[in-house]
């Protein structure tokens, strides 16, 4: 997305765009992957919406996206049970991947 030191800068103007980037994609046929869900998740979430963003990781999960790390990194932002545990294990794995 963007760095928080952008945002204090420029305001809320870049959230929004960036909510409505992924929003284009979602609504897309075949926009519903685990990354633009996650991508669709954290959008909503910087805006506060928790409750959709929390939809958003759900049908993420659903469509297999359940190992993905953006998906575990935003479930586990929203505090969504189960989401924390696995994040340490899968930045290790990757990390353990590229040695």
Do not use: C
């Amino acid at each position: 997305m963007f760095s928080w030191e952008e945002a204090n800068e420029q305001g809320s103007r870049p959230l929004h765009q960036s909510y409505y980037f992924y929003e284009e994609l979602y609504q897309l046929p075949s926009g519903r992957t685990p990354a633009v869900l996650a991508s669709h998740a954290a959008a909503h979430l910087l805006l506060g919406h928790v409750d959709e963003a929390k939809a958003d990781i759900e049908e993420a999960v659903q469509q297999g996206g359940e190992a993905d790390g953006d998906v575990l990194a935003v479930g586990a932002s929203l505090g969504m049970e189960g989401y924390a545990q696995y994040v340490p294990l899968r930045f290790s794995a990757y990390v353990l991947d590229r040695i």
